[in-house]
T-cell receptor, first 111, second 112 residues
Framework: GQQVMQIPQYQHVQEGEDFTTYCNSS?????IQWYKQRPGGHPVFLIQ?????EVKKQKRLTFQFGEAKKNSSLHITATQTTDVGTYFC???????????FGPGTRLSVLP | NAGVTQTPKFQVLKTGQSMTLQCAQD?????MYWYRQDPGMGLRLIYY???????DKGEVPNGYNVSRLNKREFSLRLESAAPSQTSVYFC???????????FGPGTRLTVL
């Protein structure tokens, strides 16, 4: 079945440093979504990318969808302590309107 | 988390005990999902319901049963809990033009 991988599994950065997480799918995706989960919380939708090569920005966050629509990345510029959490990418699944989630990248930001 | 509620928030069971996790949404959505989250494995779909009165297996259904009681409620039952079912369980419903998964606050279950 479809698999979504993410690297790295963990990332520790000093506040102010940049951070990037990478997502790869075993199959071509019609779209990809990104979620953020704060410690002890639930995943919250951040953004969806649809077009090949698409780049979207949300303040310090930059999301990119690969040309082949099999990979994606999330880049955070100048991390802040509020960025702490786990970031998941997700591609459309095969059960109704579900999504298949990657294992996530856990970001720690040291003040 | 307005829209999707889950009870209980925390639960500890002994192996072999049974319990039901409750989920309710007030968004008048047809579809509802149950995911489990384990470290390093993301969220995996257990069961889903595309509409009131229908339920279907997801990726990891073994050891679980579900009931779509009405349009609002979708419950997950563990008939005989096992330590491998220790996890965080999230109920979700697709929302918006992107069908993004809108999650409840979760139930943290430990099976001893």
């Amino acid at each position: 079945g479809q698999q979504v991988m993410q690297i790295p599994q963990y990332q520790h950065v000093q506040e102010g440093e940049d951070f990037t997480t990478y997502c790869n799918s075993s199959t071509t995706l019609s779209n990809i979504q990104w979620y953020k989960q704060r410690p002890g919380g639930h995943p919250v939708f951040l953004i969806q990318l649809v077009k090949s090569g698409e780049v979207k920005k949300q303040k310090r966050l930059t999301f990119q969808f690969g040309e082949a629509k099999k990979n994606s990345s999330l880049h955070i510029t100048a991390t802040q302590t509020t960025d702490v959490g786990t970031y998941f990418c997700a591609g459309p699944g095969n059960y109704g309107q579900n999504f298949v989630f990657g294992p996530g990248t856990r970001l720690s930001v040291l003040p | 988390n307005a829209g999707v509620t889950q009870t209980p928030k925390f639960q500890v069971l002994k192996t072999g005990q049974s319990m039901t996790l409750q989920c309710a949404q007030d968004m008048n959505h047809n579809s509802m999902y149950w995911y489990r989250q384990d470290p390093g494995m993301g969220l995996r779909l257990i069961y889903y319901s595309a509409s009131e009165g229908t339920t279907d297996k997801g990726e990891v259904p073994n050891g679980y049963n579900v009931s779509r009681l009405n349009k609002r409620e979708f419950s997950l039952r563990l008939e005989s809990a096992a330590p491998s079912q220790t996890s965080v369980y999230f109920c979700a419903t697709p929302r918006g033009s992107y069908n993004e998964q809108f999650f409840g606050p979760g139930t943290r279950l430990t099976v001893l």
